[in-house]
């Protein structure tokens, strides 16, 4: 569904056809548990929630995450063993599509795996295990380090005034 209604764009290219989600009426059927690293695509698509207000949804609605511990320039994951089971990465595909996400801040990294992880404006990309339905996002502020990301690769901000998140409650990392 989420894919009739976008431009594809490869991961390294700029043109792109980007299309708007409709994120905010919340009408999606997709309640499926994420796969990771199953998908034969991946999606990035802007998606808005009153917790945090805009951030990346992946192609079955779910949150993607960044991490203070990398860095962006240059792109690097410091998510690695424990950490992985909390945080799985979002892995490089054979297709990468976006909506209303800019393409030309898309790209990847290698990991010390030696798999590639998408990253957005640098910022490698993950999904949280504790995020069981589509629009959560427990993820969010988890160890003071753990972060919704924007569609610019920004961190998610609550939008209560509040502190982002909730308090560390482990698995920060």
Known sequence: ??????????????ASQNGVVDAGSGSTTLQQTPEFSKEP?????????KQ????????GGFALY????????????NCEGECLKQWPPV????HTMTSGVDPTLVGSVARADGKKQVTLAGWPLYRYA?????GDLTGQGKGGTWFAVTPEGKK???NDGAAPGQPPTGNGY
Request: with cysteine; proline share 2%.
């Open 66 to 77: 960044r991490y203070d511990k990398d860095t962006a320039k240059p792109s690097k994951s």
């Open 52 to 59: 945090v207000g805009w951030f990346v949804a992946d192609a």
């Open 1 to 14: 569904m989420l894919v009739s209604a976008c431009g594809a764009t490869g991961i390294n290219n700029a």
């Open 41 to 49: 695509h991946q999606m990035l698509s802007a998606t808005e929630s």
């Open 156 to 158: 998610a901000q609550a």
């Open 91 to 94: 892995l490089v595909s054979e």
């Open 130 to 134: 504790g995020d069981k339905k589509i």
